[in-house]
């Protein structure tokens, strides 16, 4: 084993370290980078000269690199979708919805949980903010669905695992990020948002099917009511304008970008406007709502900034260290073909969800691993959709799985730890059920953009 292989190692050793001990995920990437450049300059200046022009064209433009990151028009969507997303969580669009379809659904066997799925689609394609889409589920289903008797570990593992749908189905921030990342035009922002479009939709109608099957076969996990209303007129008038709001704004935002109307940055800021026009229509608008909003806003924004920042100083010393090079060599060096490659790729970064958040695993592993998978052949939007796929099981994972605090939050009395964890399983074995069928099924992730953009 050289030394640069030694070196790599010993850096995300010390990631993980440091992690484990509780240091901010953004101090420890920029810590261990500029503790492992130093290591670096010395050993390339006294020790190992074949490294110097590597480690100038890496460590020489780090400057170059950082203020590229914040001069990137393309991540201005970034602060516009999170301000969509707060902005429509408070709205009040959510609780009429949730409302309006129960009085549809909720006579129905698993009539509640299907609700909460429905619910969950649409705040998905309209928000994209996982913390806030588990958390007002959490509070508008959880009540209701424990007095109708529903069984704890369905309903807490519904209301959780509906809210992670946002992280997939665009317009998402993940993938915002994942299309910066791997630095390929066939994975733009708009092909990887039509490429989410089918699985994350098709993971929804998995979520009903499930609450569907497991409810006919065991009646006590979601009893029906006994006092049935009447379905009237009215009711389903009342689900029509309640739907419209949120699909109006998918409307705008995916469609601008799907066929060409606006850049992504731009769709964005129609979907900011929108939600803002929104709650000042539902009489929700106020100064101290839009001071929060920005707030929220400027705080997460200011969080993803940190790490990418992180990331950016540890992968550039990583690179300068020859880490691309031995990150290469590995994965090529296993005894595999392409596929084996592959779901060894998807294997390990579904345990490294255990460990790591979403934007960790995006911002490091992501570009690392990417362009050798694409060197070797493999379809860059499908790969894409799939590792997207991967992540989304990180927030439901433990011990790092966000979800199961957002909604651990907003728990009712009498739905404890274990109620969660047992409740979200079925839903873990859904997501990887769902990444299984993209596998065998490329047309799932490529078919859509390829229709739109062009393509084999």
Known sequence: MGIEAILVIAMFASFMVLLLLGFPVAWSL?????????????????????????????????????????????????PMFIFMGIMLDRSGIAEKLMHSLVRVLGPLRGGYAITVVIVGVLLAASTGIVGASVVLLGMLSLGPMMQANYNKSLAVGTACSVGTLGILVPPSIMLVLMADRMGTAEASVGKLFMGALVPG??????????????????KDLAPAPKNRQPLDGRALVDVFWAVMPPMVLIIAVLGSIFFGIATT??????????????????????????????????????????????????????????????????????PFG???VLLTVLF???????????????????????????????????????????????????????????????????????????????????????????????????????EVYGGP
Request: glycine letters at 10%.
């Open 30 to 78: 920029a810590g261990i980078g500029l503790v492992f450049g130093v290591i670096g300059h010395v050993m390339v200046e006294y020790f190992d000269s074949d490294l110097w022009f590597t480690w100038q064209g890496t460590i020489g433009v780090l400057d170059a690199r950082i203020y590229g990151i914040v001069a990137n028009e393309l991540m201005v969507a970034l």
């Open 201 to 218: 939709v098709m993971l929804g109608v998995m979520y009903i099917l499930y609450i569907v099957i497991a409810s006919w076969i065991r």
């Open 265 to 334: 940055t731009e769709a964005s800021a129609v979907g900011a406007g929108g939600a803002l026009l929104m709650a000042l229509v539902s009489k929700r608008l106020d100064m101290a709502t839009l001071k929060e909003s920005l707030y929220q806003t400027s705080r997460t924004t200011a969080f993803i900034f940190g790490i990418f920042i992180g990331a950016t100083v540890f992968a550039s010393v990583l690179r300068g260290l020859g880490g691309d090079g031995v990150i290469e060599d590995a994965i090529t060096g296993l």
């Open 338 to 340: 392409t596929t084996g």
């Open 348 to 450: 390990i970064t579904f345990l490294l969800g255990f460990f790591l958040d979403w934007v960790e695993i995006t911002l490091i592993i992501l570009p690392l691993v990417a362009p050798v998978l694409f060197k070797m052949g493999v379809e860059p939007v499908w790969f894409a959709i799939m590792f997207a796929i991967c992540l989304q099981t990180s927030f439901l994972t433990p011990p790092v799985g966000f979800s199961l605090f957002y909604i651990k939050g907003v728990c009712p009395p009498g739905i404890t730890t274990r109620h969660i964890y047992l409740g979200v399983l079925p839903f873990i074995a859904l997501q990887l059920l769902a990444l299984a069928l993209v596998f065998w099924f490329e047309p799932l992730a490529t078919w859509l953009p390829n």
